[in-house]
């Protein structure tokens, strides 16, 4: 088939191809949503020679998107969820080796500590999967902690684990940086919303917002929190669409303590995360408890000063000498959580050739290159169900358990 004329589009670094909207072209596989797991999936279809068109309302990793944030976490330790370590293990491989193919990093290696109470079963279940699976890392007692991380106030927390080999990932540009790799090597790239498919039987297209029918044998919604808006009936109550609030705090002039090569990435089991200070962007420092319901497309993205205060308090517990740290960014973003925190990655109950790949649930951002291996593979028929994936176990009341 003779390939269609391209036009060209900015996405941040650099033009790359996108199909204009009066093209008509068949695919094997349409991905739409152009964040992390749309896009891993998009590359690793690729890699199995089929002809894939990648489709998203904004644009790769936008501002909107749960994946247009600035930086991520990639840690393979999950307590017990041996599963999601092996993803994590399998992802860092890939997003290291992206990174190494990059002008600039996408991956910075700081070492992730995980901190828990001196009894804390999630830390020794942490260890036993990570010894298991062979991952570097070493479980620290309180006075290991204090000499080894001074910067830190650890209250009562009194064990940890960290990984050396683990770290943190430039969100936005690392998702930008894999679809301007793929274009530039053929990938089409639409930038138009869809329109919600058929509800049963199998779908011969799909069709955008400007009336042009995307044809394909298989269709990847990969929409994040647009899921259950796509899909009201379907997703509408097992997706659970929540504000999360970021903050950036700016350490005292000429402090390095807290900054790339000497300050860790971290999260404690009282839902609080952070980062070092990448790039001088400040140094993040977020909660991960689940905020209130958020439409990613009406509700505003300002953070309120009660917010704001409440975190500065958590901030100075935890790390006095930011006791006057200005804030120097904050952004609102979003999870799309599933009842329990496991990923949907499965087929349309009701349409054959639809297929989820979402739930990312606040923590799927390391996992996009596995995620995007076993959603190609179950799509061409390569790959094992995992049932912990399925749209049967997600259910309609949130109780989180995967962390």
């Not at 994946?67 to 991520?72: A, F, I, L, T, V």
């Not at 319901?293 to 505003?300: E, G, I, K, L, T």
């Not at 799309?336 to 989820?356: A, K, M, Q, Y």
Request: proline residues 6%.
């Amino acid at each position: 088939m003779r390939r269609k004329a391209v036009i060209t589009m900015s996405t941040g670094r650099k033009s790359v191809r996108a199909i204009p909207a009066t093209a008509q072209t068949s695919y094997d596989v349409v991905v739409i949503g152009a964040g992390v797991f749309g896009s891993w999936t998009a590359y690793h279809l690729r890699r199995a020679k089929k002809r894939v068109l990648l489709v998203d309302a904004y644009g790769a990793s936008n501002a909107r998107a749960s994946s247009g944030g600035e930086s991520r976490i990639i840690r393979c330790g999950y307590g017990a969820d041996e599963i999601y370590s092996r993803f994590s293990k399998a992802s860092l491989v890939q997003w290291k080796a992206l990174s190494s193919r990059a002008r600039i990093p996408l991956f910075h290696k700081t070492g992730v500590l995980w901190l828990g109470a001196a009894k804390d079963p999630r830390i020794a279940a942490t260890a036993a999967v990570l010894g298991k699976l062979k991952v570097a890392s070493e479980t620290l007692g309180r006075a290991d902690l204090e000499k080894r991380f001074p910067q830190f106030a650890f209250g009562n927390f009194a064990t940890g684990v960290f990984e050396p080999e683990s770290g943190a990932l430039m969100a936005r540009r690392s998702v930008q940086t894999l679809v301007q790799e793929m274009t530039a090597s053929g990938l089409d790239l639409l930038l138009e919303s869809v329109a919600p498919p058929p509800s049963k039987g199998r779908a011969a297209f799909v069709t955008t917002a400007s009336g042009k029918k995307l044809s394909a044998g298989a269709f990847v919604f990969a929409c994040g929190p647009w899921l259950p808006k796509v899909f009201p009936r379907e997703l509408g109550k097992r997706i659970f669409t929540t504000r999360q609030e970021m903050f950036f705090f700016g350490p005292p002039p000429g402090d390095r303590r807290f900054t790339l090569g000497a300050f860790p990435a971290w999260i404690d089991a009282g839902n609080f995360y952070g980062l070092p200070d990448l790039e001088n962007r400040g140094m993040k420092f977020a909660d991960d408890a689940h905020g209130s319901d958020f439409d990613p497309d009406s509700n505003d993205r300002l953070v309120p000063k009660a917010s704001l205060e409440k975190v500065r308090k958590h901030l100075v517990e935890r790390f006095p000498a930011m006791k006057t740290a200005p804030l120097v960014e904050s952004r609102v973003c979003q999870y799309e959580n599933t009842s329990n925190g496991d990923f949907l990655l499965d087929r349309h109950p009701t349409v054959e050739n639809i297929w989820f790949a979402g739930g990312g649930s606040g923590h799927g951002f390391k996992h996009g290159p596995a995620v995007g291996e076993y959603v190609a593979g179950r799509v061409l028929g390569t790959r094992d169900a995992e049932p912990r994936f399925s749209f049967a176990n997600k259910g309609t009341v949130q109780k989180r358990s995967v962390y």
